[in-house]
Nanobody, 119 residues
Framework: QVHLVESGGDLVQAGGSLSLSCAASGRTLNIYTMGWFRQPPGKEREFVASITWSDGSTAYADSVKGRFAISRDNAKNTVYLQINSVKPEDTAVYYC????????????WGQGTQVTVSS
């Protein structure tokens, strides 16, 4: 079992920045990829970014490329999401997730952290 806890969500003005963190505990050796997803109000959850635990390779949704940056600290079992030049459409609950292989689904999820962008 892998336990994920997000933090860093906040109310931020458009154009500002914030950083989200996700701390993993438990059977972290089972983690292959960690990802960030978000669910805007009234919409379905969507993929934002992911990072491979072993080599740090990353992937991003087209809508956030150039503004979001995912990184990890293996020693702390923590993944980060830096959000720059925030827009009102970035308002969402942001979730951290983990999967055991590139072929598996994201099995482990955090409780989510709220990001609200004011215009």
């Amino acid at each position: 079992q892998v336990h994920l806890v997000e933090s860093g969500g906040d109310l931020v003005q458009a154009g500002g920045s914030l950083s989200l963190s996700c701390a993993a505990s438990g059977r972290t050796l089972n983690i292959y990829t960690m990802g960030w997803f978000r669910q805007p109000p009234g919409k379905e959850r969507e993929f934002v970014a992911s990072i491979t635990w072993s080599d740090g390779s990353t992937a991003y949704a087209d809508s956030v490329k150039g503004r979001f940056a995912i990184s990890r600290d293996n020693a702390k079992n923590t993944v980060y999401l830096q959000i720059n030049s925030v827009k009102p459409e970035d308002t969402a609950v942001y979730y951290c997730a983990a999967r055991a292989s590139i072929l598996s689904t994201y099995k482990y999820w955090g409780q989510g952290t709220q990001v609200t962008v004011s215009s």
